[in-house]
């Protein structure tokens, strides 16, 4: 489900990328590609931080420590 976001990305920068290039606004071009690299940092940083903050909550859950926190026997 994470990469759909990538995959859509792609699919529509390139015509972007495509025709302002053959019309030689390279600026459009630039500004682009700059714009989709910061999505996919953004989009990939949380991504991570959504994945490792369930993978740290099953870990806690997990370990015997938790016990000392519940009140049932």
Same mark, same amino acid.
């Given at each position: 489900?994470? /990469?759909?976001?990538?995959?859509?990305?792609?699919?529509?920068?390139?015509? /972007?990328?495509?025709?302002?290039?053959?019309?030689? %606004? /390279? %600026?459009r071009v630039n500004q682009s590609?700059?714009?989709?690299?910061?999505?996919?940092?953004?989009?990939?940083?949380?991504?991570?931080? %959504?994945?490792?903050? %369930?993978?740290?909550?099953q870990l806690l859950h997990q370990?015997?420590?938790?016990?000392?926190?519940?009140?049932?026997?």
């Amino acid at each position: 489900m994470a /990469l759909i976001a990538f995959i859509a990305l792609s699919a529509s920068v390139t015509p /972007l990328v495509g025709q302002n290039w053959g019309a030689g %606004k /390279l %600026k459009r071009v630039n500004q682009s590609f700059y714009w989709s690299v910061i999505f996919c940092l953004i989009w990939g940083i949380s991504e991570i931080i %959504k994945k490792s903050n %369930k993978s740290i909550i099953q870990l806690l859950h997990q370990h015997e420590s938790t016990n000392l926190f519940t009140t049932s026997p």
